[in-house]
Structure formats: C-alpha cells, structure tokens
C-alpha cells in the first residue's frame, strides 16, 4: 500500500503538468486560450483525483489512532473523528457513560477507559460498535453491570474489569455469548465457587486476570472450575486467607502472582507454594513484583525445586530484611528447567564472604539460568560440574574476575554477560578456554580493551562472538577465537587491519560497523567471509585491491561511509555491478560526503566517465589522436602534395590583399598591359594553348602584351620589348631549357631585370616550365642564374589537379587595376592580330 500514495502524488502532478502546458502553448502558438470546458473538465478531475486518491491513502492506514489520555477530561467528547478505531480515554475523570457517547464511531475497535470514575456500566452504549474487540474498564469505580446489554459486545476478545468495585465475581449467564473473548480481567472482595461458573465454560479464554487487592472472603475451591492457560492474580496486600493460593497451585499451567509481600511472615504463601506437587498442572511459574528477605526467597525456591514448575520467573524482585545464608539444597532431582530473575533491588548488603548466597544459585542443576538487571557484582563459579547451557547475566556489575579458572561449567553453549564490568579481552577469553562446549558469547557492552602483547586462549568451540559496544581497537584483532563463524565487532574503535593478523579461516560474517575504518579490510585473511557488514566507518572510498579480495562476499553494507566521489570510487562502482553479492542499504544509504557540489548525492547518481578517470585510456586516446593526425598529413603531403597547396593559397590571399590595396594612381601612369610574356618560340604551343587563354579567360579584364600580336610594326624589336616591359605591370618568364637556348629571351630578362632595379618593383614573375639543370645556364646569364638560385620562381605543375590554383595564382598577381587609359593599345592589339614576330630568328650582333 506505501506506493500508492506515491503513484497517486505522480498522477496528480502529471495532471497538473499537462494542464498547464494548455496554457503555454497559446503564448507560443497565438492561439486560444484551453477553454471553459476543458478547465471545468480538468478541475472536476483534479479534485475527483484527490479526493480518490486521499481515501486511499487513509485506507492505506490500518489504525486511525486518537488519544486523550490524561487530559482531564470529565465525559467523552461530543466529537471525534468518525474513522477512529483506537481511542484511549485512560486517566481521565469521566463518571457517566451516555447512550450517545460512541455512536457515530462505527470502525472503533479498541477503548481505553482505564484509570476514570466510571461507576455504571450498560454495553448498550457500544450497541453501534459492533467491530469492537478490545474493551478496557480496569481502575475505575464500577459496582454493578447491566448483564442483559453484554450480548451487544459479544464479539470483544479482550475485556478487562479488574481493579473496581465489584463486591462479587461477575455473575452473569450472558458470559456465555462471549464465544471469542481470549483476555478476560475481574476482580472483587468476594469469591464464590458459584460465581464462576459462566467464565469457566468459556472455551477460548486464555488468561484469567483476577485482581483481588481487594478480596475479604474466598470461598475454598471456586478457582479449581477455571479452565485456562494462564491465571494472573493480584494478591491482596495483606493475604489472610491462603486459600486462594492453595488452589491458584493447581488450575492452569501458567501461573502468575503479583504483589506478593513476604517481609515479616511469607507462610501465607510459601505454604501454599511447597504444596505444588510434581503432579500439579503448574509448569510456568511467575512471580512479579514481590519483596522478600532472602530467608523466604530461599524456601520459595526450595518450594519450587520439588514441584511439576519447569520455569521459574521473578521480576521486580525487591530484597529486604536481614541477610543470611542460603540454606543449601539438593537440586540434583528437579522439574526445574529455567529459573530467571530480571530487575532486583537489593536493600540487603551482601558481603563477598563464602559460602556466599550466589553459590545456591551457581550450584542449581538446571539448563537455564538468568539474571538480569540484578545490580550482582560476583557470579560464583560452580562447586560440582553443572548442567548450565544457557547463562544469561545481562545488565549487572560483574568484573572479569568471572569464571576465571573455573573448570565445572563443561555444557555451557551460550553465556551472554552484555552490559557488565568487563574490561580485559585477555582475561574474557582466559575465562572461555576451560568451557569445552560455549559456542556463543556475546560480551557486548562492556569496557573491554585489548593491548598487543597479552596472552588470549579462547575456547575452541567458539563459534559466534559478540563484542560489540566496547573500546577495541585493531589490536583486537591480534586476540580472537580461531574458529569464529560469526563475529560482531561494530561500535569499537578499530582503525585498520593490518596484514601481520591471523587468519580465520571460519569466518562467515564479521560486523564492523561504527568503527574508525579508513578502507576496507582485506578479505583475504577471511576465506569464507559471506556476510561483510562495514556502515558508518570512515571510509572515502574502497580500494581495487580489497575489493577484489572480498569476492566470495554474499552480502556487504558499507553505506553511511563519507564516500568521496572521485575517480577511486569507480572500482566500487564497476565492482557493484559485477558482483553476484548483495550491497545492503543501496542505493539509499550511499551518499557523496566530497567534493563539496557532490556531497548528499547518491553514489547511484554519480557519472563518472572512464575517460576521465582512466589515466592510460586518456593518454591512449590522446597519443592516438596524435598519431592519425600526423599519419593523415604525411598522407595528404604524399599523396596530394599539400605543402605545395599550402604555399599557393598563401600567395594567393596575400597578393590578393595587396592587389585590393594598390591604388591605380600609385602605378605609373603608362601601364597599358597587365603583363608582358617572354618565352622561346620552342614552348610558344603552351604560352599560346594554356598561359594565355587561361590568364585572359576571354573577358578583356587582363591585357597582355605579347609580341606576336602586339609588337608595333616599323619599331625595332628592341624598342617594342623595351616599350611592352615598360608598359606592362608585370613581365612573365617561361622558363625552360629552350629559354636558356634563346638570345632573344635573355635580351628581354635583361631589361626586365633592369627595370626591376631602376623602379624598385617586383615586376618580374619567372615560371620554370621545364627544370633547367645549373649547369645548363651558361655563365654569362649570370642574372638568371642568380634569379634561379633565389628560387623565385612559379614551377609549373605536372599534376592536372594543380593547374587551377596554379593558374588563380598568376592571374591574381596581375590583377590590378590599371589606371584609366585611351583605347589606342587596344586598336592596336586588334589590328596586328596577324602580325608574327619570331624573336628566335633575330639575332642580336
Ligand atoms: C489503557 O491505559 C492504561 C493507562 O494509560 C494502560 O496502562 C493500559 O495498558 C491501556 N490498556 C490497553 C488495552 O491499551
Ligand atoms: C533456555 O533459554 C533459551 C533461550 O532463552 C530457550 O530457547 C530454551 O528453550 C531454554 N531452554 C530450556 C530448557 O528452558
Ligand atoms: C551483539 O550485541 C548487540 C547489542 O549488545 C546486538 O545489537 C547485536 O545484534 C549482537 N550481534 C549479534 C551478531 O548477535
């Protein structure tokens, strides 16, 4: 039923959500608003859901619980809760119970009216209570009981009229329509045999509760009809009349009897007890708030030794009177299994002299022995081999003076001394080594301590320890029973666990909680280790190592650790999700306490990537990297010859960027051509069939003076180069070996050249179509040669998928804008179209 109420908180949101998200989108969309109808619509469903799903989650509660207790109330109150089903009225002062009083309670199943002034009683006010089980009318002032309106409660399991006024047993015929009630509670100032008939026939009743502080007269044998589990009686403070007793000894097989007062005289009631024979039907005998000398607590439990009682309980035993010996008794013969003793008072100083009271009980021949809460100081060892399995001495002062060197407690299983004195690990296990069957015990909130050095010999046959709550620290460690399978060490103040410890090889579960741990202990001490239990230490995160050590472990908790969430803790993570075990408390007690922005998150909800944390991945992935990017430019350099790209597209955008900055007025103010083209008639078919068209492109935006067609007739050649070179922007060079051969091409480098001194210009662009070995260049070309060895020359490219950056190149370093200019040069470039001129064939000299 718990997730309902969560789905139902989901579903409304989800509502809510999706109706406001009507509302956005008409901001967005520019459309209407949800209208009327679907609002209406909504809200009715809304408030339909949480009113479902608000039922719901009351059903989900069982009990709707309200409590006036003490609050001075003088009637019940005229309104509450109609769901109620538990009201407790105790302690108040209401006296009138009103026909209206519970009406409208119709789920109510339990009322307390203990501790009123109720005087009357008529059922007929739960007459519309009909799921009532449990009525409780003890401690108020009722004399008299409608008998006719009990039938209206009939379903009740559980009715108590103790402690009132009653003069006589509860005599009614309509006991009988009770076929459920288990608890019944009574009590008057006068028992008759009579009187108990109706309850005696009450087949389910299984405890009696007969509060008789009050009782004047018994009539001898009215409790011997009773048929029941359990008979509770309160005795009267001053008990005249022992008969009571004497037949409380023999009616049901659990007997209790409270307030027994046995300070100056206890015959009343140690008679009556010596009188339970080992036939009787008494086997558990319970004596609870009784004060008694020691005297008379001697002889109860002599009464006892003899009698069919298996298990003898005293609690809020109060000692008083004068101290004397136990009287020894032979118990060698007893029905007695178990006798237990819980919170005593002691008003007796006991001095530590022998034959010391406590030897009685040490020397008692039963299974079961237990005290606690008893302020003892001292336990005695016993004087002959005992029967003892079970010792229980919780809660007194006892030092670990215990049982040393005690040999007589041979079939002792399980001692349990939590909450005493003990303070030395070495002395507690000196005291196990001479108990040759103690498998279990549990030493827990003591002061023990253990320093390295001291000697420990514990039993062999210790299986489970328990020392938690003391003050151990990882010495302990250098001081435990070998064969321990289970072994509870959490709230001590163990730091680590060093490797030079001894192995056990037994250990299935090992508790170490609330301690001082930094890390996980290393599992490899621990062969079987199943169970692994180290919440609330001091753990930052847990190493690889030990992890890895712990495999075999079922189930481990480590959370409430201040776990710091960084890379480290991803083994834990990773080992998590690989492990068959259990991690107990996950995800919920697993929390961030470091870094400061992570702290309080769930470890679940941490993402730690493997990048980040995997040193070697990282540095793999980034020399990786690395390694594809060089191999991927060698590859591009190779194969596409990327250098060379490189180098052309920088040229390209740095002539570009000049070109756009060179003002036409800077340029002198003849340029007629973009460029003037020398070459040898040899390499004419490349100038003519690519450098030309390819620089021209046919639109007219690039002039070229080239002396085929542009040579002025009736000039000298030399004075037509001369005039071309002056008149161009640039002189381009074809470069080939056919060059080197022609006078012609270095007559006109020659001027070229010439020019680029005189001007200061870099007039001069040199494309080598061909390489020209060094030696080819005769000497007296020594300018070439220089040029050559600057290497300032365009190559031209065999590839064909160069040319064309080849080529954006050498028309971008021509293209300027040439200053405004007649158009007489191109009449001229028009009409000497056929005009050849074979520099080749003139010669020079
Ligand atoms: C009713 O209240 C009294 C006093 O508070 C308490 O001792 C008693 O146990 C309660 N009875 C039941 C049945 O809860
Ligand atoms: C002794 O006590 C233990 C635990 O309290 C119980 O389980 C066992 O039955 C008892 N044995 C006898 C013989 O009373
Ligand atoms: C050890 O004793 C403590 C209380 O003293 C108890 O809470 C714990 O459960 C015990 N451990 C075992 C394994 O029984």
């Given at each position: 039923m718990t997730s309902s109420p969560k789905l139902c908180a989901l579903l409304q949101g989800f509502a809510l959500i999706k109706y406001l998200a009507l509302w956005k989108q008409p901001m967005m969309m520019k459309i209407q608003e949800p209208s009327m109808s679907t609002s209406f619509v909504f809200i009715l469903l809304y408030t339909s859901m949480l009113v479902l799903c608000n039922i719901r989650q009351l059903q989900a509660i069982n009990d709707f619980i309200v409590k006036y207790s003490n609050t001075f109330l003088d009637s019940v109150p005229k309104i509450l809760p109609p769901k109620t089903t538990i009201l407790d009225l105790s302690?108040?002062?209401?006296?009138l119970l009103h026909?209206?009083?519970?009406?409208?309670?119709?789920?109510?199943?339990l009322l307390n009216l203990s501790y009123n002034h109720i005087r009357e009683f008529d059922a007929i006010v739960f007459r519309f209570n009909a799921e009532l089980e449990h009525l409780d009318l003890s401690h108020n002032n009722l004399r008299n009981i409608t008998c006719g309106s009990l039938q209206v409660i009939k379903g009740l399991r559980h009715l108590d009229l103790s402690s009132?006024?009653?003069?006589?047993?509860?005599?009614?015929?309509?006991?009988?329509?009770?076929?459920?009630?288990?608890y019944l509670g009574l009590s008057a100032t006068r028992i008759q045999r009579s009187s108990l008939k109706e309850i005696a026939q009450l087949g389910t009743l299984h405890v009696i509760f007969l509060g008789l502080q009050n009782l004047s007269s018994y009539e001898p044998g009215s409790l011997q009809v009773l048929n029941t589990n359990k008979l509770h009686i309160v005795l009267p403070v001053y008990l005249e009349d022992p008969f009571i007793l004497y037949d409380a000894m023999n009616t049901s097989r659990t007997l209790e009897l409270s307030q027994v007062t046995c300070e100056k005289a206890c015959d009343n009631v140690i008679e009556p007890l010596s009188t339970i024979s080992k036939t009787s039907k008494v086997s558990t005998l319970i004596i609870s708030n009784i004060t008694v000398s020691w005297e008379y607590l001697n002889q109860m439990i002599k009464a006892v030794l003899y009698s069919s009682v298996e298990y003898f309980n005293i609690y809020q035993l109060t000692q008083v009177g004068q101290y004397s010996y136990f009287i020894p008794f032979n118990s060698s013969n007893t029905s007695l299994k178990a006798l237990s003793m819980q919170h005593s008072i002691s008003k007796v100083f006991y001095h530590t002299g022998s034959p010391h009271p406590l030897q009685t009980f040490s020397d008692l021949m039963i299974e079961n022995l237990t005290f606690v809460d008893?302020?003892?100081?001292h336990f005695m060892c016993p004087s002959?081999?005992?029967?003892?399995?079970i010792l229980k001495l919780t809660r007194n002062k006892l030092t670990d003076k215990l049982f040393q060197n005690c040999n007589t407690l041979p079939h002792l299983e399980t001692l349990i001394l939590r909450s005493n004195r003990l303070e030395m690990l070495s002395l507690v296990s000196s005291m196990t080594s001479s108990m040759k069957s103690l498998q279990y015990l549990d030493v827990s909130n003591n002061k023990l301590q253990y320093e390295n050095g001291e000697d420990c010999h514990w039993s062999e046959t210790l299986l489970k320890l328990n020392l938690s709550a003391n003050q151990l620290t990882s010495a302990a460690f250098g001081c435990l029973p070998i064969n321990v399978k289970i072994l509870d060490l959490h709230n001590n103040q163990i730091s680590n666990i060093h490797k030079g410890i001894m192995a056990l090889k037994s250990l299935e579960e090992l508790n170490l909680a609330s301690n001082w741990l930094a890390d996980l202990p290393d599992c490899s001490h621990f062969n079987s280790l199943a169970v692994l239990n180290i919440g609330?230490?001091?753990?930052?995160s847990l190493s690889f190592h030990s992890l890895q050590s712990c495999q075999n472990v079922r189930a481990i908790n480590a959370g409430n650790n201040p776990f710091q969430c960084d890379c480290e803790l991803r083994d834990f993570i990773n080992w998590r999700t690989q492990t068959a075990g259990d991690i107990l408390g996950w995800p919920e007690s697993y929390k961030c306490q470091y870094p400061e922005h992570l702290k309080g998150t769930l470890l679940k909800d941490v993402h730690l990537s493997e990048v980040s944390c995997n040193t070697a991945a990282l540095l793999g992935i980034v020399l990786g990297t690395m390694a594809a990017l060089i191999l991927c430019i060698l590859f591009l350099c190779l194969y596409f010859d990327l250098p060379w790209y490189v180098k052309m597209t920088w040229n390209w955008t740095q002539t570009k960027h000049r070109n756009r900055n060179t003002n036409p007025k800077d340029l002198p103010q003849n340029l007629t051509y973009h460029a003037f083209i020398s070459y040898s008639q040899h390499d004419a078919s490349w100038v003519k069939d690519y450098l030309i068209p390819n620089l021209e492109k046919g639109d007219g935006s690039i002039q070229i003076c080239q002396h085929e067609r542009n040579f002025v007739p009736g000039r000298s050649i030399i004075e037509n180069i001369i005039n071309c070179i002056e008149k161009s922007y640039k002189s381009i060079f074809v470069l080939s070996p056919n060059f080197i051969q022609s006078e012609w091409c270095h007559y006109e480098l020659y001027f070229a050249h010439h020019r680029l001194f005189t001007e200061n210009s870099d007039s001069l662009i040199l494309i080598l179509l061909e390489p020209i070995p060094q030696y080819l260049i005769p000497s007296k070309y020594y300018k070439l040669k220089a040029l050559m060895a600057k290497r300032t020359y365009l190559e031209w490219p065999k590839e064909k998928s160069k040319h064309g950056l080849f080529w954006a190149n050498l028309r971008q370093s021509i293209n300027v804008q040439l200053p405004e200019h007649k158009q007489e040069n191109k009449k001229v470039f028009n009409t000497n179209q056929e005009k050849v001129y074979e520099p080749d064939t003139v010669s020079l000299n």
């Open positions: 302690e108040n002062n209401i006296a026909t209206s009083d519970f009406t409208y309670l119709t789920n109510l199943k009132n006024k009653f003069e006589n047993i509860l005599h009614c015929k309509e006991f009988s329509y009770f076929l459920h009630l288990q008893t302020g003892m100081i002959k081999p005992s029967m003892f399995h609330m230490n001091f753990l930052h």
